[in-house]
C-alpha cells in the first residue's frame, strides 16, 4: 500500500498538472498505478502484483473532453480452483509462442505460433471461457522433417534424408508385389501417403498359364507387331485371362530369372 501511495502521489501531480477536469482516480488495492502524458492525453496503466489479476481495463486514458474512459479495474487474489475468478489457466505452446504473457481474462482471445523448422497443428487462436477452459484446445508445434518411416512386412525402403521435402522409395521382395504409393515425399513432418504393403504374388491357374504361353509364343513369331497385339489380346479374352493375373504371371517369371542370374 505505502508503495502504490507513492506512486499515486506522483501520478495524480501528473493528471492534475495537465488537465484539472481528469477526476483523480480511486486506489486499487493489490496493484501499482503508472500514469503519463503523450499526444494531449493522460494515460494510466495498473498493473496487479504477483499472485493477483486484473478485472476490467488494465489501461485508462483521459483528455479535456470525455475524462477517464472507464471505471478504475480490480485486482483479484489469483484462485485457479474458484469459480468467481475470471482468469483462465496459463497458455502451454512447446516450440512456439503466443499472443499473451499475462493472465487472460473471460472472453479474451489468444493467438499461437510456432518457431522457426516448426508447423502448427490445430488452431492458431483460443478463447477463455466463463468456465476457465481454452476452446478450441490449444495446438501442437510439429517438426516440419519426418522420423524414419516403417518398412512394410517382405518389403523395405531407400533413401537417407527424411527432411521436410526430402523422397523416399519403397520396393518389395521378390514374389511380392507393391501395393501402394511407391514413392512418397516429406511434407510437414508427414509421409505424403499411408504405408504401402507388399502382397505375396498368387500363380495363375496351371491351364490359364498354359494359354498365356501360347499366347506370348504367338505374339514373338508375329512380324506385325498391330496384328501380333490384336491377336494377343484375343487369346487371353478367349481363355478368361484377366489383366492382372497376367502381370502376376509375368512377374513370377521376372523374379524366377533374376533368381537364377544370382551367382
Not at 42 to 56: A, D, F, K
Not at 175 to 193: A, F, P
Request: glycine share 6%; proline share 7%.
Amino acid at each position: 500500500m505505502f508503495f502504490w501511495f507513492i506512486c499515486c502521489l506522483v501520478d495524480m501531480w501528473l493528471i492534475s498538472a495537465s488537465d484539472e477536469i481528469c477526476p483523480e482516480l480511486p486506489p486499487v488495492d493489490n496493484s501499482i498505478f503508472v500514469a503519463k502524458e503523450g499526444e494531449g492525453q493522460i494515460l494510466g496503466t495498473y498493473l496487479c502484483n504477483s499472485g493477483y489479476h486484473l478485472v476490467g481495463e488494465k489501461t485508462l486514458f483521459c483528455n479535456a473532453s470525455k475524462g477517464w474512459n472507464a471505471p478504475a479495474p480490480e485486482c483479484r487474489y489469483l484462485c485457479l480452483f474458484s469459480s468467481s475468478v475470471g482468469h483462465c489457466p496459463d497458455p502451454l505452446l512447446v516450440n512456439g509462442e503466443f499472443s499473451s504473457l499475462e493472465p487472460v481474462n473471460v472472453n479474451d482471445t489468444i493467438t499461437f505460433k510456432c518457431n522457426e523448422h516448426y508447423v502448427l497443428k490445430g488452431s492458431n487462436w483460443s478463447r477463455c471461457l466463463e468456465n476457465h477452459t481454452w476452446v478450441p484446445p490449444f495446438p501442437v508445434c510439429k517438426s516440419r522433417d519426418c522420423g524414419p518411416p516403417e518398412n512394410p512386412t517382405h518389403g523395405y525402403f531407400e533413401g537417407i534424408d527424411f527432411n521436410s521435402g526430402s523422397t523416399i522409395t519403397y520396393y518389395c521382395e521378390a514374389r511380392y508385389c507393391l501395393v501402394g504409393t511407391q514413392h512418397q515425399q516429406c511434407i510437414d513432418g508427414e509421409w505424403s501417403s499411408t504405408l504401402p504393403v507388399c502382397e505375396l504374388i498368387r500363380e495363375a491357374p496351371k491351364p490359364a498359364e498354359l494359354e498365356l504361353e501360347k499366347a506370348l509364343l504367338a505374339f514373338q513369331e508375329s512380324e506385325e507387331l498391330c496384328k501380333a497385339v490384336e491377336n494377343f489380346t484375343q487369346r487371353l479374352k478367349k481363355s478368361g485371362l484377366m489383366m492382372e493375373k497376367v502381370k502376376c504371371s509375368l512377374e513370377i517369371r521376372k523374379a524366377d530369372l533374376k533368381a537364377k542370374m544370382l551367382p
